[in-house]
């Protein structure tokens, strides 16, 4: 079910940190593989099926793993419990409360998972070229902050390669703006954009720590690319904080 996987060592409670691939039997094509994502075609009863089975997998009941609903922007939304109706409309959710599996759904685009043991605050994180450039990723480091966080921990997930992501040379600039680390150039030479050096280089600038995990989406199987496919899924960046133990 997981691409990558670990449990952050600072606990208790540990933190469990995660990315999904489609390495699971599940679905049909062109979504094979465990697909997360609503509103990209797939059976939404297999979508379901397949978001009960992470929530099993991370030892949380359905309605306590969270989606948000992705709008390539820099609002950060504070969670205290389940949605109570819609997800709201948000690139970045946080939360003090253990037991609360935040997700972020990509497939391309940087999920960021953000964490500070001991304060015991945990985030998701939706990056793409315009979350870049809007700076939602300082956006959830200040309101990790503002939560207690203060020795934050930051795992950059797998996202399409600054070689893979040709794009116009003024977009290219645009991005190299707003974040020098994401200049870059196509396997033709062409211009390009590194998103997640870009994140990367936002994520060091805000003062977290950073594990990087490798894999471009692009040139994996084992994940999902808009770039590669058009017509497919969408994996998930999850990340919760286990209760204590009474
Ligand atoms: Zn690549």
Redesign the pocket.
């Known amino acids: 079910m997981f691409y990558w996987r670990s449990t952050s060592p600072a606990g208790p409670p540990p933190v469990e940190l995660g990315f999904t691939g489609r390495s699971a039997a599940r679905g049909r094509e062109p979504y094979a593989g465990l697909n997360l994502g609503g509103h990209v075609g797939d059976d939404p009863g297999d979508v379901e099926a397949n978001r009960e089975a992470l929530a099993g997998e991370l030892g949380v009941t359905r309605e306590r793993l969270l989606f948000m609903d992705q709008v390539h922007g820099a609002e950060v939304v504070e969670v205290t419990g389940p949605w109570a109706g819609e997800p709201p409309a948000a690139d970045a959710i946080v939360t003090r409360r253990p037991g609360l599996a935040l997700a972020v759904l990509v497939a391309d685009c940087v999920p960021v998972l953000l964490h500070d043991d001991d304060a015991g605050v945990v985030g998701a994180v939706h990056a793409g070229r315009p979350g870049l450039l809007a700076g939602v990723v300082p956006a959830a480091v200040a309101a990790m902050r503002e939560l207690g966080a203060r020795t934050l921990s930051a795992t950059v997930g797998p996202s399409?390669?600054?070689?893979?992501?040709e794009v116009p040379a003024a977009m290219s600039a645009a991005a190299a703006a707003a974040a020098p680390a994401a200049a870059a150039r196509s396997w033709t030479g062409t211009p390009a954009i590194d998103v997640a050096a870009g994140v990367v280089e936002q994520l060091v600038a805000a003062g977290a720590r950073v594990e990087w995990v490798a894999g471009?989406t692009?040139?994996s199987d084992d994940l999902y690319s808009y770039r590669r496919d058009g017509r497919t899924g969408r994996f998930a960046g999850v990340v919760v904080r286990r209760e204590v133990a009474a």
């Open positions: 399409v390669c600054g070689r893979c992501y471009c692009r040139e």
